[in-house]
């Protein structure tokens, strides 16, 4: 139960007007789906004490439900919308482009499309790269491709004046914004120079971080892909340490700052034997270090897995000041670390062990949406083009207690969603692995 003030209030660039080309129903009980009310809330916070009295509902702490309203704010044949995808390849891409489009043409009349390539660059005239143009045929299909369509880049997102003269110069109303915090934070400033200028352009984020930590996203699209694909390399390494002499099946996956997909891989497949993840430290030496620990686990079993997350253990290897495109601190490679030390360590014993390092993290990044992320995708796709189409801007569409909602971009990325290692979860890892609750001396 959180005492966190928050504000879910979300912009708008004015009244919507316009009676929405979408015929939906403002009864209920007539078999026919509803418009969605502007006095409708969802309760963020959703939990309470038996031994208090519930506290008191703030409206601005209340979220707006996604999906499609009575009067909008934009004339959908009138509206030239863009779409750029920002920062590395997930699973589920094409699926939020090809949802976005098909709403914006099939239910608001809108025919003017425009694809920006290999993301925020693709606005800034010095590297002139040519745009796409959307229809409905050229995304038919693409939901059954990894990657996007559109291509990917890192970093510009800074450059917040040349991006908002490009939109201007474009005649750009509806900016969609699909990526991570980096994305979402440039599509926020974005929004303020809009603003400083006057301009009625809306700007509407779908978060994409296959590593799920944006704030106020329960779960990011791609990510469920992204455990279903580190599930087999897991099922891999597996093999290979059971069937060896002392075997190790050492295996890294995403996870910068937090350690989702690795928890609910170890959860998913439950042959993992020690899970490593950024928000819960661990020595690698003494009694109760990860080595002392795994040789014990190799001594009754005669195998082990290993399953660590790309930001764990930072704190033993050299720090790094250099920062990727984004603004993102390089990390070591943990895996290759651990592969040495591993080796090191029963090396110097005399102990024979058979250690395989497997890395699918561009396996997983590149692969297409599972069935449940594309049915995910096309509602964040379509949810966006609601909250555009009727003049919400500076927010994004999430997933908060199972309803489609708009977070203000501003609170997505006030901080990183992390695993609690108090939390259930945690516990049902710890469970899951049998490994120590913590491994420090």
Not at 231 to 247: K, L, R, S, T
Not at 302 to 309: E, M, S
Not at 396 to 417: C, D, E, K, T, Y
Request: charged share 25%.
């Amino acid at each position: 139960m959180s005492n966190t003030k928050h504000d879910f209030r979300i912009e708008t660039l004015g009244t919507p007007s316009i009676p929405s080309p979408i015929k939906l129903s403002e009864r209920l009980d007539d078999y026919i789906a509803n418009y969605v009310s502007e006095d409708h809330r969802i309760i963020y916070d959703i939990e309470t004490s038996a031994a208090k009295r519930p506290k008191a509902l703030d409206p601005k702490e209340l979220l707006e439900p996604a999906g499609p309203r009575k009067q909008v704010y934009f004339d959908g044949p009138k509206v030239k919308a863009a779409i750029v995808t920002c920062g590395g390849l997930c699973p589920g891409l094409n699926d939020v482009i090809r949802s976005i489009v098909m709403s914006l043409w099939y239910h608001y009349g809108v025919r003017r499309i425009t694809g920006i390539r290999y993301g925020y660059r693709g606005f800034i005239p010095e590297f002139r790269i040519p745009d796409m143009e959307l229809t409905p045929e050229t995304v038919a299909e693409i939901h059954q491709k990894g990657g996007t369509i559109l291509g990917s880049s890192r970093g510009h997102g800074e450059r917040t004046e040349e991006l908002v003269d490009s939109l201007e110069r474009m005649n750009i109303n509806l900016l969609f914004a699909v990526g991570g915090d980096g994305t979402q934070r440039g599509a926020y400033n974005i929004t303020k120079e809009l603003r400083r200028r006057g301009l009625k352009i809306g700007v509407v984020g779908i978060p994409k971080t296959i590593d799920n930590d944006l704030s106020f996203i329960e779960k990011s699209f791609g990510f469920e892909t992204a455990v279903s694909v580190a599930v087999n390399a897991v099922a891999g390494a597996h093999v290979e340490a059971h069937d060896a002499i002392n075997g190790i099946g050492l295996v890294k996956v995403m996870g910068r700052e937090s350690g989702f997909i690795a928890a609910h891989t170890a959860l998913a497949i439950n042959d993992v034997n020690f899970v490593l993840i950024p928000e819960v430290p661990f020595d690698l030496d003494g009694d109760n270090g990860l080595l002392a620990h795994l040789e014990r686990r190799l001594e009754r079993r005669g195998h082990a897995v290993i399953l660590v997350a790309e930001g764990a253990g930072a704190s033993l290897m050299p720090t790094s000041e250099t920062t990727d495109s984004s603004g993102n601190r390089k990390f070591g490679d943990i895996g290759l670390y651990l592969q040495r030390r591993l080796n090191e360590h029963f090396g110097q014993k005399g102990i024979e062990t058979n250690l395989k390092y497997i890395d699918p993290s561009y396996l997983i990044r590149s692969a297409p949406a599972n069935p449940n992320d594309s049915l995910y995708c096309a509602r964040l796709g379509g949810n966006a083009v609601h909250a555009a189409m009727c003049g919400k801007t500076g927010m994004l569409v999430s997933q908060v207690n199972g309803h489609f909602v708009h977070v203000p971009i501003a609170m997505a990325v006030a901080q990183r969603n992390r695993i609690n290692p108090e939390s259930a979860l945690w516990r049902d890892v710890i469970d899951a692995t049998g490994q120590p609750s913590l491994m420090k001396n």
